[in-house]
């Protein structure tokens, strides 16, 4: 069991982080792209783009 522990370890250090909230926002609107939009490309729903942690679809 510890080997897979060790698996997905080495597989999340492996991502690079996200920038910061307030980054993304930026990027997104200088990119002139709506939540809705980015939740559509993502296949998620708009909710999950506005709170990942809370989506009520």
């Known amino acids: 069991m ?3 522990f060790d698996v997905v370890d080495a597989l999340v250090a ?3 982080p996200l920038p910061p909230a307030q980054e ?3 990027l997104r609107l200088a ?3 709506t ?3 980015v939740a ?3 296949r998620v729903c708009p909710g999950r783009a506005r709170t990942p ?3 009520s679809c």
């Open 35 to 37: 939540l809705d939009e």
């Open 53 to 55: 942690t809370r989506c």
């Open 2 to 4: 510890s080997e897979l």
């Open 24 to 26: 993304r926002k930026r």
């Open 40 to 42: 559509a490309a993502l």
């Open 31 to 33: 990119h002139g792209l």
């Open 14 to 16: 492996s991502c690079s």
